[in-house]
Nanobody, 122 residues
């Protein structure tokens, strides 16, 4: 079992920044690919970004490329999502995810966090 706890969400004005954190406990953190999904009101949950155990990254949403950066600290069992130049359309609940590999986590998630709300005002 892996438990994931997100933090760092909140209300920010357009153009601002937030950094989300997700702390994992349980099984060996470094053996999992870690990622972030988001779900806006009335929309399906979508894959945002993922990072493999060695640091290789993958981004799923074209609109976040160049603005969002995913990273991980295996010594702290933590994955981060740095979000810059935020836009109102980034408003969503952001979920931390753990999956078996960098490719698989885009389609199949083994563990989910509880989610953290990000609201971007215009």
């Amino acid at each position: 079992q892996v438990q994931l706890v997100e933090s760092g969400g909140g209300l920010v004005q357009a153009g601002g920044s937030l950094r989300l954190s997700c702390v994992a406990s349980g099984r060996i953190f470094s053996s999992y690919a870690m990622g972030w999904y988001r779900q806006a009101p009335g929309k399906e949950r979508e894959f945002v970004a993922a990072i493999g155990w060695s640091g290789t990254t993958s981004y799923g949403v074209d609109s976040v490329k160049g603005r969002f950066t995913i990273s991980r600290d295996n010594a702290k069992n933590t994955v981060y999502l740095q979000m810059d130049s935020l836009k109102p359309e980034d408003t969503a609940v952001y979920y931390c995810a753990a999956g078996s590999t960098l490719m698989v986590i885009r389609y199949n998630v083994d563990y989910w966090g509880q989610g953290t709300q990000v609201t971007v005002s215009s």
